[in-house]
């Protein structure tokens, strides 16, 4: 069975300090999707980024950065120099390889403070 | 502009009322998705479909009910059954491996 940690329940931070996300999952399969999504006060899931279990380079998007690491089942996300438009809802889920089966971890809340 | 759309964005029912959501996507996705979530927590499956015609239950169906009649439709029945359905509701849509995409929910408030 596939499943998605997220420890952080919630976690507030000063703005302009970089903060990193944990994401820990579970899977029997050898060829998986990770992703991120973003949950602002509005509602709507944004979704960041995609990573498939081959591809094990970290990526950098802007302040975003993804740290992929197989041997320890983890996809972490880090902001760096995070701002008040930060603030919201982070999932991280995962998908197995047909795009069926997708699971949601229950989210981590994030507070940038001004 | 492609996107998903639901609506309305704010629904109040009475109890022992069924009502229906409606999730419309244009990006011509063959898969769409039901989740619920309730304050504080995170999304859980209700309903989902991976082809016109055919849906499967997630998680937590009782209570729900949807159709599949046009590729396009995925609408989303809550009826009385479901003792506690107020909550968020978000639909979602997907083709192949690029992951979900997702509308801007609806709120549903029992009165």
């Known amino acids: 069975a596939q499943k998605v940690t997220q420890a952080q329940t919630e976690i507030s931070v000063v703005e302009k300090e970089d903060v990193t996300l944990d994401c820990v999952y579970e899977t029997r399969d050898t060829t998986y999707y990770l992703f991120w999504y973003k949950q602002p006060p509005s509602g709507e899931l944004v979704f960041l980024i995609r990573?498939?279990?081959?591809?094990?380079q970290n990526e950098i998007s802007g302040r975003y950065s993804w740290n992929f690491q197989k041997s320890t089942s983890s996809f972490n996300f880090t902001i760096t120099a995070s701002q008040v438009v930060d603030s919201a809802v982070y999932f991280c889920?995962?998908?197995?390889?047909?795009?069926?089966?997708?699971?949601f971890g229950p989210g981590t809340r994030l507070s940038v403070l001004p | 502009d492609g996107g998903i759309t639901q609506s309305p964005k704010y629904l109040f029912r009475k109890e022992g009322q069924n009502v229906t959501l409606s999730c419309e996507q244009n990006l011509n996705h063959d898969a769409m998705y039901w989740y619920r979530q309730d304050p504080g927590q995170g999304l859980r499956l209700i309903y989902y479909s991976q082809i016109v015609n055919d849906f499967q239950k997630g998680d937590i169906a009782e209570g729900y009910s949807v159709s599949r009649e046009k590729k396009e439709s995925f609408p989303l029945t809550v009826t009385s059954a479901q003792k506690n359905p107020t909550a968020f509701y978000l639909c979602?849509?997907?083709?192949?491996?690029?992951?979900?995409?997702f509308g801007p929910g609806t709120r549903l408030t029992v009165l």
């Open positions: 889920a995962l998908s197995e390889a047909r795009g069926q089966n997708f699971v």
């Open positions: 979602a849509s997907s083709s192949g491996l690029i992951g979900q995409f």
């Open positions: 990573r498939n279990s081959f591809d094990e």
